[in-house]
């Protein structure tokens, strides 16, 4: 049996896997998810076209979203599957550097369960404006059978929200040198919509979809109103109802802790202080760029990024 020690520890190739994934941030989760159904998608591909089977795809067939509603009320899944699709190399290649770019700095703002919700918001809501538009304006009738898949409506929810959190934040790219993050999604949201006519419209206008929740779940955040709260509520109860152990009722006595209470008058005032301290460097951020930040003010957002 192959081993490999990791911290003094034997592990074999099975839990050296489960290592992996159990110290993976949820970044790197959603890029391997991609990658690995990727890779499933075209194994299946593969095995089918030497036996001789139909170029159809079963597999790219039951998980994408398609434009008829009716043939989505036997497959509703494919709302949020499809975002886990890609065509060819450069669609997957394309949308997993954006989204590591990008989601490197949305988690410096928000958890890892916002960063759930943008990519699943952007999801439903990026597939509801391509099902929408096939279905209501004029250029599209007659187009027959249409399915979409690919992450780019999930990426550009991420990257448009977190623009929107911090537009003057200073990204250093190759040969353009400095750009603030709101002309990086603008351009690209731009270059969505003119290209409409030129090919591929139903993907551009799930690109805008995905970019108009993106921001407007960010103002949302701003305002203290939580649109993709349903989405943690969700995943927390599937994950209770399917790994938790039932455990026998025990009574509990009650008694009043002032100590405790202290300490939570404490932990609260200590938070406020800290929301105070953030948004001041979330306005120095917006009117000076990330640059103008010192390392103890980086640092402290960085710290504090984890614990929203």
Same mark, same amino acid.
């Given at each position: 049996?192959?081993?490999?020690?990791?911290?003094?520890?034997?592990?074999?190739?099975? /839990?050296? #896997?489960?290592?992996?994934?159990?110290?993976?941030?949820?970044?790197?989760?959603?890029?391997?998810?991609?990658?690995? +159904?990727?890779?499933?998608?075209?194994?299946?591909?593969?095995? @089918?076209?030497?036996? %001789?089977?139909?170029?159809?795809?079963?597999?790219?067939?039951?998980?994408?979203?398609?434009?008829?509603?009716?043939? #989505?009320?036997?497959?509703?899944?494919?709302?949020?599957?499809?975002?886990?699709?890609?065509?060819?190399?450069?669609?997957?290649?394309?949308? +997993?550097?954006? #989204?590591? !770019?990008?989601?490197?700095?949305?988690?410096?703002?928000?958890? *890892?369960?916002?960063?759930?919700?943008?990519?699943? #918001?952007?999801?439903?809501?990026?597939?509801?404006?391509?099902?929408?538009?096939?279905?209501?304006?004029?250029?599209?009738?007659?187009? @027959?059978?249409?399915?979409?898949?690919?992450?780019?409506?999930?990426?550009?929810?991420? =990257?448009?929200?977190?623009?929107?959190?911090?537009?003057?934040?200073?990204?250093? =790219? +190759?040969?353009?040198?400095? =750009?603030?993050?709101?002309?990086?999604?603008?351009?690209?949201?731009?270059?969505? !919509?003119?290209?409409?006519?030129? %090919?591929?419209?139903?993907?551009?206008?799930?690109?805008?979809? *995905?970019?108009?929740?993106?921001?407007?779940?960010?103002?949302? =955040? /701003?305002? *203290?109103? /939580?649109? %993709?709260?349903?989405?943690?509520?969700?995943?927390?109860?599937?994950?209770?109802?399917?790994?938790?152990?039932?455990?026998?009722?025990?009574?509990?006595?009650?008694?009043?802790?002032?100590?405790?209470? &202290?300490?939570?008058?404490?932990?609260?005032?200590?938070?406020?202080?800290?929301?105070?301290?953030?948004?001041?460097?979330?306005?120095?951020? &917006? &009117?000076?760029?990330? @640059?103008?930040?010192?390392?103890?003010?980086?640092?402290?957002?960085?710290?504090?990024?984890?614990?929203?």
């Amino acid at each position: 049996m192959n081993l490999t020690r990791i911290g003094g520890i034997k592990m074999d190739w099975k /839990d050296k #896997l489960r290592y992996k994934y159990n110290t993976a941030g949820i970044l790197e989760k959603f890029i391997a998810a991609n990658i690995l +159904m990727f890779i499933l998608t075209f194994a299946v591909n593969t095995i @089918g076209f030497l036996f %001789g089977a139909s170029s159809s795809n079963f597999l790219m067939d039951w998980l994408a979203f398609p434009k008829d509603l009716a043939d #989505l009320i036997f497959k509703p899944w494919s709302i949020i599957t499809y975002a886990f699709l890609h065509a060819g190399i450069f669609h997957i290649l394309s949308n +997993m550097i954006i #989204l590591y !770019f990008s989601g490197q700095i949305f988690l410096n703002f928000y958890s *890892g369960k916002k960063f759930v919700n943008f990519y699943i #918001l952007g999801a439903i809501f990026g597939a509801l404006i391509f099902a929408l538009s096939y279905n209501l304006f004029p250029a599209f009738q007659g187009t @027959g059978k249409s399915y979409l898949i690919g992450a780019s409506a999930s990426v550009m929810a991420i =990257l448009v929200g977190i623009a929107t959190k911090i537009p003057n934040f200073q990204v250093r =790219l +190759m040969f353009l040198g400095n =750009l603030k993050l709101w002309w990086i999604a603008a351009a690209l949201v731009v270059l969505d !919509f003119i290209q409409i006519p030129l %090919g591929n419209p139903g993907g551009h206008l799930a690109h805008l979809g *995905g970019a108009a929740i993106g921001y407007f779940y960010t103002k949302q =955040l /701003d305002n *203290g109103n /939580d649109i %993709g709260a349903w989405i943690e509520n969700s995943i927390g109860v599937f994950s209770n109802f399917s790994f938790s152990k039932k455990e026998n009722p025990k009574m509990k006595t009650v008694y009043k802790n002032k100590q405790k209470k &202290s300490q939570q008058k404490k932990s609260t005032k200590k938070d406020k202080h800290s929301q105070e301290k953030i948004d001041k460097i979330l306005d120095k951020i &917006s &009117s000076s760029g990330y @640059g103008s930040l010192t390392k103890e003010e980086k640092d402290f957002l960085f710290r504090a990024g984890k614990d929203l």
